[in-house]
């Protein structure tokens, strides 16, 4: 069996000495990424390999840390840019989170029209969260209705944080904001309710990549944005399978946190045993010894 593949661009020049994202340096690290992760020749035959002209595609971006701790906007443009390259028309792409403060506190430019690239939150008027339970396990959900009947595809774009709770928040987490009651999945450490959440089928079958957010990461403190416990390692990962992308991102906070002079996550409590969990479930690997790590600094 192959093993998983996470692909993880370090980018020196990505920021510019006042720490704002360089969008031509995050097109290059993505486009280097993305090749790595597909096998194809260049980027945009790695985009037209997972996408389509008639394709209508979510973006799921992390938002609840404000604009100092949120999936970058400037890389959601960068991907917005690649599905453009695949035939994906803007007006048929919607990046979506949660709430529509959230987006915007974390400086997205709100579109709710029909034309052009579609940026808004499941409490927008007339959208909200479907009719359906969707249950699985110990989970039982209304699903927003972006990611329920909007899309076909989507793709998970977290940042990489630490998170008072799960240990973790990266690519499974984010998935929280798909649901009316995230709430109730916080106890155990969110173990077994991540691995739930991604058992459901609409799950499995639309979320297509994962596309994480490191170049500013916070390794104690989280959810919230503490500045005490950021690093910029100007990071950007990208992978198939969301178990594997967050075990890597477990072991990239454990490593700042031993840097720090912090005790690893399983020795406080907060060790992310919905890993495990997860891939009992077959959702994807959590086993950093059969994930195939492709690492390069540019």
């Known amino acids: 069996m192959p093993k998983s593949r996470v692909v993880k661009i370090t980018n020196r020049k990505l920021a510019d000495a006042d720490r704002k994202l360089e969008p031509s340096e995050v097109k290059r690290s993505l486009s280097i990424a993305m090749v790595y992760l597909t096998g194809e020749k260049d980027a945009q035959s790695a985009w037209q390999s997972l996408f389509s002209g008639g394709d209508h595609v979510g973006i799921k971006p992390n938002c609840l840390g404000g604009k100092p701790l949120s999936s970058s906007e400037v890389i959601a443009m960068e991907i917005v840019s690649g599905l453009r390259s695949a035939g994906v028309e803007e007006n048929n792409t919607i990046i979506w989170e949660r709430t529509n403060r959230e987006l915007k506190r974390a400086g997205y430019e709100l579109n709710i029209s029909s034309s052009g690239l579609r940026v808004f939150g499941t409490d927008s008027k007339g959208v909200g969260y479907g009719d359906s339970l969707h249950k699985q396990g110990k989970v ?159």
């Open 140 to 298: 039982g959900s209304l699903l927003s209705k972006i990611f329920e009947q909007y899309i076909v595809k989507n793709i998970n774009f977290p940042l990489l944080k630490d998170h008072s709770i799960a240990g973790v928040s990266a690519s499974m987490k984010n998935f929280f904001g798909l649901i009316h009651n995230p709430n109730k999945y916080h106890m155990n450490n969110c173990d077994p309710y991540l691995a739930d959440l991604f058992s459901l089928p609409l799950v499995k079958r639309k979320n297509v990549l994962t596309i994480c957010d490191a170049t500013r990461i916070q390794y104690d403190g989280g959810p919230g944005f503490v500045p005490y416990y950021i690093a910029e390692p100007g990071t950007i990962m990208v992978a198939f399978d969301p178990v594997a992308m967050d075990a890597v991102g477990y072991s990239m906070l454990d490593d700042y946190r031993k840097r720090h002079d912090l005790k690893p996550l399983s020795q406080i409590g907060r060790e992310p045993t919905w890993l495990k969990t997860a891939e009992k479930a077959k959702i994807g690997t959590a086993d950093l010894d059969h994930i195939e790590l492709i690492e390069e600094t540019i």
